[in-house]
């Protein structure tokens, strides 16, 4: 058996590298006497936020090489690597749409036990999650508001609110590949959508020259479901343990969740599979 490596002070450890014991220091409880499940209820929260800060960091870098690819010979390689770094998206968002499972071995009346103290805390003031929203392409200046009390992340948000999104970007790209169809100068809302629609079924239509991009269309539309999956998880624990009762930031709670379903990232990518016509 090999000797474990010497170890001495200043070399880097397991928990120096990693700051364990900084982050085994941020669980603090706000009822008194501490309820025993709220550690639970901030461990899962604080899990979700790491996930997401993964999600956006992985996000950005599709960005990136979607931007990359506009016009240059390697386009190949970045837009491969998009749909690598995608990949990893769509699994971290499967086991966002998992974790819940934990959270519902909580019962309702715990949760009671200790929620009164939350107010006026709630998932509305997820700055990341809105991020999130915000980069892809689902932007909803409304939401600003709901980070007042944190102006740092309302400046964050505020910058995601002004930059091209993910879904302007994949549109970018495929203009530069000329496969968007031309668009007169006062086009509307309407005319652009339908465009980017033909796009997508252009893309759909011709697999052969365009895999690449399938590969990373197929993403997205997962990317979507998946999302649209964590709406619906998030909705059914909501009404399992505080059931119609009104959230904590004020909205009518799960009635409010509701109508978020239809929310969607990439809704070209959607409007392209109705356009689709049978083949023989
Ligand atoms: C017992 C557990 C939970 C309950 C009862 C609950 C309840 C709610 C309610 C009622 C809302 C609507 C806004 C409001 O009025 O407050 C909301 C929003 C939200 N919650 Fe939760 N939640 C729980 C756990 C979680 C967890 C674990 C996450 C993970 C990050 C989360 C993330 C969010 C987000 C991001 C929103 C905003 C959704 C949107 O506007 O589309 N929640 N939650």
């Given amino acids: 058996m090999q000797a474990p490596s010497e170890t001495g002070p200043g070399q880097l450890t ?7 014991a900084e982050l085994i220091g941020l669980q603090q409880t706000e009822s008194q006497p501490p309820h025993h499940d709220e550690m639970l209820f901030i461990i899962i ?36 690597e998009a749909a690598r ?4 998206c769509t699994e971290i968002a499967r086991v966002l749409v998992e974790q819940f499972t934990i959270l519902e071995t909580m019962l309702p009346t715990h949760f009671l036990a200790f929620r009164g103290g939350l107010r006026p805390a709630s998932g509305f003031q997820s700055e990341q999650f809105r991020e ?3 980069l892809c392409g689902l932007k909803d200046e409304k939401m600003l508001r709901y980070h007042e009390p944190t102006p740092e992340m309302y400046a964050q948000l ?17 203009s ?3 496969i968007m169809p031309a668009l007169a100068e006062n086009a509307g809302d309407e005319q652009r959508f339908d465009a980017r629609a033909q796009a997508i079924l252009a893309i759909y239509r011709d697999e052969k020259s365009h895999r690449d991009w399938i590969d990373v269309c197929e993403r997205l539309t997962e990317f979507d479901e998946l999302i649209v999956s964590w709406r619906l998880r998030h909705i059914q624990m909501v009404e399992r343990t505080i059931g119609i009762k009104m959230g904590t930031g004020g909205s009518s709670g799960s009635s409010y969740l509701k109508m978020t379903l239809d929310k ?17």
């Fill in 14 to 20: 397991y928990g120096s590298y990693l700051k364990v």
């Fill in 45 to 80: 929260h604080q899990t979700y936020e790491l996930w997401f800060k993964q999600l956006l960091h992985e996000l950005d870098a599709v960005v990136h090489n979607l931007r990359q690819s506009a016009g240059t010979p390697s386009s190949r390689d970045y837009i491969y």
């Fill in 85 to 88: 770094l995608l990949r990893r």
């Fill in 132 to 134: 999130i929203e915000f």
């Fill in 158 to 174: 505020e910058r995601r609110l002004r930059e091209p999104s993910l879904r302007d970007v994949i549109f970018d790209a495929l």
């Fill in 176 to 178: 530069e590949l000329g």
């Fill in 264 to 280: 969607k990232f990439f809704p070209e990518l959607w409007a392209a599979r109705s356009l689709l016509t049978e083949t023989p």
